[in-house]
């Protein structure tokens, strides 16, 4: 079973908004850091947002700071990234993962523990 499942992508027009959703379907997020990446084609895998579950705290890549944000419900135990002013450079896979461990949010791909299976966002211009 996967730990984490993304949902909210698909198709909208520069300018436009979306809201993705990160579930945990287990017992993932707790006390960890979530992190939203993204990979757009032929390019490395890139931090996005994340987010330290259990204060709130939250950070951003320069790239959409202004733009996105993320947020979580720990009732439902669910971790959102509302994307508004969009544009085609924001194309990509983006991927839901969470860190476990006390650490707080990590921009690199490596130190986290869980990923989802990723949902594609595409902006046309």
């Known amino acids: 079973q996967v730990p984490l499942v993304e949902s909210g992508g698909g198709l909208v027009q520069a300018g436009g908004s979306l809201r993705l959703s990160c579930a945990d379907s287990g017992r993932t997020f707790s006390n960890n850091a979530i992190g939203w990446f993204r990979q757009a084609p032929g390019k490395e895998r890139e931090f996005v947002a994340g987010?330290?579950?259990?204060?709130?705290?939250?950070y951003y890549a320069d790239s959409v700071k202004g733009r996105f944000t993320i947020s979580r419900d720990q009732a439902e135990k669910m971790v959102y990234l509302q994307m508004n002013s969009l544009k085609p450079e924001d194309t990509a896979v983006y991927y839901c993962?969470?860190?476990?461990?006390?650490?707080?949010?990590?921009?690199?791909?490596?130190?986290?523990?869980?990923w989802g299976q990723g949902t594609q966002v595409t902006v046309s211009s």
């Open positions: 987010i330290k579950y259990s204060s709130g705290l939250t």
């Open positions: 993962a969470a860190r476990n461990g006390p650490s707080g949010v990590s921009i690199r791909t490596s130190e986290y523990d869980y």
